[in-house]
């Protein structure tokens, strides 16, 4: 059974940082792709960003390129989101996704989530 739980959320400043965490726990997920997601009241969950485990690839959604960044520790189990130059439109629900082998930008192609970490910015 594959458990995500994220952390680190909260209330900062626009230009501020966060680091975002999603444990996971359950098997080896050596195998898989995770990725961070957003939703934001009324729209639908937006890909962030994601890395495959074992090989490191990462991707990065447009509008976070040069300001966040992912990554992560085997050793802990642990998928990392540095944000940093936070901006007002940032704030949303964040959560950890995972999935078989590749990289997807679409939140339906990804089987596991965590149950979200709130992320507001204010101006």
């Known amino acids: 059974q594959v458990h995500l739980e994220e952390s680190g959320g909260g209330l900062v400043q626009a230009g501020d940082s966060l680091r975002l965490s999603c444990a996971a726990s359950?098997?080896?997920?050596?195998?898989?792709?995770m990725g961070w997601f957003r939703q934001a009241p009324g729209k639908e969950r937006e890909f962030v960003a994601a890395?495959?485990?074992?090989?490191?690839?990462?991707y990065y959604a447009d509008s976070v390129k040069g300001r966040f960044t992912i990554s992560r520790d085997s050793a802990k189990n642990t998928v990392y989101l540095q944000m940093n130059s936070l901006k007002p439109e940032d704030t949303a629900v964040y959560y950890c996704?995972?999935?078989?082998?590749?990289?997807?930008?679409?939140?339906?192609?990804?089987?596991?989530w965590g149950q979200g970490t709130q992320v507001t910015v204010s101006s």
């Open positions: 996704g995972a999935r078989l082998f590749a990289i997807r930008v679409v939140a339906a192609d990804y089987d596991y």
């Open positions: 890395i495959l485990w074992s090989a490191g690839s990462i």
């Open positions: 359950g098997r080896a997920f050596s195998n898989y792709a």
